[in-house]
């Protein structure tokens, strides 16, 4: 095994490097503190492993995104969400018969309980569907508490959780639910719950059917990132699976994480609407001290391109076409994108449009409101929460996590009496 030596106030201490399997490189600090009284310091976890997983890989320099060994482009090319589902939770991809096995099972728990529509009455109109879809998955482990059968609770949850989706897009504007029907697919049930209405069926066509699987399959994993980790923090407290995932969603819906795509396309109409130029956007991203970002571009691990921006910009060309329906945002992002790649500003920190640059493009013409956008990402990061979950439950190495601190604020100091405070005011 090899090993790192650090030389720390004179003294050298020898660590042990892991070598992942595709060759990269980490050094074990676990032994750290206890030998040399010194934690590592790394706020934003840049540069910090904290699992070792055998779900997905990223080599961030070259756009390489795979699940299980699967390149992304061959997943999105030929598989469906559901497939996806199996691959990232069981490691394989299904044979027939586990395919058959498990779409039935989903489309077996795909109702809710009754008592939970109430819950939705509760909340006004306007909430956001993030709000209800996290405080709802909280709540299903209130009616599915800890069975010791989590592989029941995972199908539950997987199934489930679209049902909650298109629960709370009907809240909010007015409609009665619609039930799930057990003759449709996973995608087709959702958009089904969605958009019928009790007087009319919707049938869901044959590009958009497809446009869902590709947007859900391209958001299925993405290793440790801010939501991820924060389902493997909570879990790792023994909290239940439902538990730990309604976390992951609450930790998605920021801005800087799975949030982004709605923020895209409210820019990109603010664009529209002002009347100003996609460069006075770009201009104003680079100003510091302005507060704004240009939403959809930049990432912490990829530095050349995001291999699905890629396919979901090729996606939202041939999806509007198929569609027959022409999109003027899509030339706005087309224009703000190009723009920004011959920027000195955005080439030097290697800021490349991401996943959620072009998704909102492909989920307006599926005829998703925009304030769904973060529900939808939710739903496609499902299997990989669950997944990183199960994995973390099973791997004997999982403490519960518990970082470290550097102290800065005050040394000890004591409280002063009545008399020594107004002898100091004199
Ligand atoms: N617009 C303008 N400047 C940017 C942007 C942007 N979108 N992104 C990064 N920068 C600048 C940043 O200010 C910093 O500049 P400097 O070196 O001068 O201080 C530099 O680029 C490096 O950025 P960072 O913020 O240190 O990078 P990070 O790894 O901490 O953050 C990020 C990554 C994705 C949060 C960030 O790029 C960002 O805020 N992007 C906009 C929001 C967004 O699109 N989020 C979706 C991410 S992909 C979906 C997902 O998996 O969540």
């Excluded at 030389?7 to 990269?24: A, C, H, M, N, T």
């Excluded at 800065?408 to 002898?423: M, S």
Aim: hydrophobic share 40%; charged share 20%.
């Amino acid at each position: 095994m090899s090993t790192a030596t650090l030389l720390l106030k004179g003294r050298e201490y020898e660590l042990p490097v892991i070598e992942g399997s595709e060759g990269e490189t980490a050094i074990d600090i676990t032994s750290l503190r206890a030998k040399s009284g010194a934690i590592t310091f790394d706020p934003g976890y840049a540069n910090t492993g904290s699992c070792a997983s055998a779900i997905t890989f990223i080599d961030g320099e070259k756009g390489i995104l795979r699940y299980r060994g699967y390149p992304i482009e061959e997943l999105a090319r030929q598989c469906t969400f559901v497939e996806v589902c199996y691959l990232l939770i069981h490691g394989h991809l299904p044979s027939p018969a586990e395919l058959i096995a498990f779409d039935a099972k989903l489309t077996r728990h795909s109702l809710i309980h009754e008592d939970m529509k109430k819950f939705f009455e509760g909340f006004p109109p306007s909430a956001h569907p993030m709000a209800i879809l996290s405080a709802m998955v909280a709540s299903l482990s209130a009616y599915y508490p800890n069975s010791g059968d989590s592989e029941l609770n995972i199908i539950r949850l997987l199934s489930k959780a679209k049902t909650i989706a298109a629960f709370s897009y009907k809240k909010s504007v007015g409609q009665p639910f619609i039930y799930p029907r057990n003759d449709l697919t996973y995608t087709q049930n959702f958009m089904h719950m969605m958009f019928a209405v009790p007087a009319e069926d919707y049938v869901v066509s044959p590009a958009v059917d497809r446009a869902l699987n590709l947007l859900l399959i391209l958001h299925a994993d993405h290793e440790q990132n801010c939501s991820t980790s924060t389902v493997r923090m909570v879990g790792s407290s023994g909290a239940n699976l439902f538990a730990s995932i309604s976390a992951g969603i609450c930790a998605l819906w920021g801005p800087l994480h799975g949030g982004a795509n709605q923020h895209v396309i409210e820019m990109l109409q603010q664009i529209r609407e002002s009347g100003q130029s996609p460069r006075a956007f770009v201009e104003r991203a680079k100003q510091k001290d302005s507060g704004f970002k240009l939403m959809g571009f930049g990432h912490r691990v990829y530095k050349n391109f995001d291999p699905r921006a890629t396919i979901l910009k090729k996606a939202a060309d041939e999806v509007l076409a198929s569609l027959g329906m022409r999109d003027p945002l899509l030339d706005t992002a087309i224009e703000l994108e190009q723009i920004a790649l011959t920027d000195p500003y955005f080439i030097e920190r290697k800021l490349y449009p991401n996943v959620d640059f072009y998704s909102g493009i492909l989920y307006r013409a599926m005829g998703i409101p925009t304030n769904m956008f973060t529900v939808m990402f939710a739903l496609g990061r499902l299997p990989g929460w669950i997944a990183q979950w199960k994995e973390m439950v099973g791997d004997d190495k999982t403490r519960i996590n518990r970082p470290r601190q550097v102290y800065a604020g005050n040394t000890v100091r004591n409280i002063e009496t009545l008399e020594e405070a107004l002898a100091m005011t004199v």
